[in-house]
């Protein structure tokens, strides 16, 4: 029986290295560009309205990030981007991130969220209408993740349409006929 020289197992696990590091290099490019936040969005609503304003419920206008049609209602969302621990509590003014040395604090989303969510209420009606702030990143909630913010992940999780369903069933009428109302009054920002 032959026996195998030190430079076929040297080539030998070096090959097997290299592929090991070729298919967690895939992985990991898959996971990027299935969660990012474009195919996120595309999952989970049948339209978007992005980047527009709309009149509030004091003659004024206030701007929304994304409006999206889902089957369960309207959705007004919000991205942040962040990476590290985040400290936030819904009553909390100011929320920080920490990444390793650096630091950075922002206002707290959810009251301006609020406002969103009741100004697109006021338009939309009887249909319902939901907020969320999905963060963008690797972030740990440090002491518990506040309502209605979520990673990219768990916002694909509660509102992704099963596959195959987008534009299969119908709206139900009355979220349909909101949609049609947002998408008359709403604005380039």
Do not use: Y
């Amino acid at each position: 029986m032959p026996s195998i020289t030190t430079p076929v197992l040297v080539t030998g696990a070096a090959s097997l290295i290299l592929a090991g590091l070729l298919v967690w290099l895939l992985v990991r490019t898959w996971r990027r560009i299935h969660r990012s936040p474009r195919m996120v969005l595309r999952r989970i609503c049948r339209a978007r309205i992005s980047d527009v304003l709309l009149p509030d419920e004091v003659d004024g206008e206030i701007h929304v990030e994304h409006l999206l049609l889902t089957d369960s209602g309207i959705l007004v969302l919000e991205f942040r981007n962040a990476s590290g621990a985040l400290f936030g509590g819904e009553r909390m003014d100011d929320w920080s991130v920490i990444d390793g040395q650096r630091r950075f604090t922002f206002r707290n989303p959810l009251p301006a969220l609020e406002s969103r969510v009741q100004s697109v209420q006021a338009l939309a009606g009887d249909a319902p209408v939901t907020g969320r702030v999905a963060v963008i990143g690797e972030v740990q909630f440090a002491g518990g993740r506040p309502d209605g913010v979520l990673g990219l992940a768990d916002l694909d999780a509660e509102f992704s349409l099963p596959r195959g369903k987008r534009g299969g069933e119908k709206i139900p009428e009355v979220i349909a006929r909101a949609w049609d109302r947002l998408e008359r009054v709403a604005q380039p920002a």
